[in-house]
């Protein structure tokens, strides 16, 4: 069973920084897409980055220039490194990682980390 962990979520003040980890029991450099989401409540989870096993990134707009993911492959281990925070930005953070082989496609989700902004 592959197993995601996260960790870094904390309670921040507005502008202030945090690093989300997201460390995974197998090998991370094989796998198509790992990625970063979030949830607040009352509303939908929705992509906050990505990245891709080229080591090509997405951003959501609304973290596009404070936001940073990034990958260890000898650490398997993803990040997201969080600038200039917002309230807005408070929510569970979520990892995600993503794969397809001959036999099938693949997803597994981490628990959850919360982050907290306060204004």
């Known amino acids: 069973q592959v197993q995601l962990v996260e960790s870094g979520g904390g309670l921040v003040q507005a502008g202030g920084s945090l690093r989300l980890s997201c460390a995974a029991s197998?090998?991370?450099?094989?796998?198509?897409?790992m990625g970063w989401y979030r949830q607040a409540p009352g509303k939908q989870r929705e992509l906050v980055a990505s990245?891709?096993?080229?080591?090509?990134?997405n951003y959501a707009a609304s973290v596009k220039g404070r936001f940073t993911i990034s990958k260890d492959n000898a650490k398997n281990t993803m990040y997201l490194q969080m600038d200039s925070l917002k309230p807005e930005d408070t929510a569970v953070y979520y990892c995600?990682?993503?794969?397809?082989?001959?036999?099938?496609?693949?997803?597994?989700w981490g628990q959850g980390t919360q982050v907290t902004v306060s204004s």
């Open positions: 995600n990682s993503w794969w397809s082989t001959s036999k099938g496609e693949y997803e597994y």
């Open positions: 197998i090998n991370i450099f094989t796998i198509n897409t």
């Open positions: 990245i891709l096993s080229d080591g090509s990134r």
